[in-house]
């Protein structure tokens, strides 16, 4: 069982950065692949970024390609997502999401574990 807990949201302009977290319990989290989803009012959530059990493999949307950033520290059981240049279409609730398989993808069938959310606003 795992259970994620995102932070790090907020309101910021555009042009800015937020680093939101993912953090998560289980000793076999370090197993798994973590994706970042968003969705923003009256938009399907969709898959932002991913990155494999090992850190070595990553997935990225072409809208956020050079701006966005995901890493993670196993040791410490948590995921970041680094948010640069941020545009107001940006703004959204972000979910982590944990898969069992460790796969980067962005397909949200394989993520079992979902976090709470954390809003993320970016004003124009």
């Known amino acids: 069982q795992v259970q994620l807990v995102e932070s790090g949201g907020g309101l910021v302009q555009a042009g800015g950065s937020l680093r939101l977290s993912c953090a998560a319990s289980?000793?076999?989290?370090?197993?798994?692949?973590v994706g970042w989803f968003r969705q923003a009012p009256g938009k399907e959530r969709e898959c932002v970024v991913s990155i494999d059990w090992s850190g070595g493999s990553t997935y990225y949307a072409d809208s956020v390609k050079g701006r966005f950033t995901i890493s993670r520290d196993n040791a410490k059981n948590t995921v970041y997502l680094q948010m640069n240049s941020l545009k107001p279409e940006d703004t959204a609730i972000y979910y982590c999401?944990?898969?069992?398989?460790?796969?980067?993808?962005?397909?949200?069938?394989?993520?079992?574990?979902w976090g709470q959310g954390t809003q993320v606003t970016v004003s124009s």
């Open positions: 999401a944990a898969s069992v398989h460790g796969i980067a993808t962005r397909t949200q069938y394989a993520y079992g574990y």
């Open positions: 289980g000793r076999t989290f370090r197993n798994y692949a």
